[in-house]
């Protein structure tokens, strides 16, 4: 499940753990989150391809950054698109054709005092 691997594989890249540790979580942050962390939504949506054998799957993709401090945030942010756009290859049991950052923006959180980044990518499986 893209899901999983996509958690797997963030966890398995040593400068996002330095800022991360294993802090990346399936749609919601855990309550009283003080520290640099991030949650992840995947949708999937099949697409035709004429003529072809292989199945494609396009996800859509929704990454929420938190952080305390916004020179953190930005300098995670710079890891997860370094890592994430133009990416294809393997994914634990994925195999990416195509990984695309589609918009980013900032804000922040009141109730839990955190700079936030929302990432949106499109990743296309087959």
Excluded: W
Aim: with cysteine; charged share 15%; aromatic share 8%.
């Amino acid at each position: 499940m893209i899901d999983i691997d996509l958690r797997s594989h963030l966890l398995s890249k040593s400068a996002l753990t330095a800022s991360l540790g294993d802090r990346v979580y399936p749609i919601r942050l855990p309550q009283a989150t003080t520290e640099t962390a991030l949650t992840y939504q995947i949708s999937g949506v099949p697409e035709v391809q004429v003529g072809s054998v292989h199945s494609v799957t396009r996800h859509e993709l929704t990454l929420n950054l938190y952080s305390p401090s916004y020179a953190a945030l930005r300098n995670v942010s710079k890891l997860l698109t370094t890592e994430l756009n133009g990416y294809a290859g393997p994914m634990g049991n994925s195999t990416i054709t195509g990984c695309y950052t589609t918009s980013t923006f900032n804000t922040f959180e009141e109730e839990p005092l955190l700079y936030r980044e929302v990432l949106t990518f499109n990743i296309h499986t087959n």
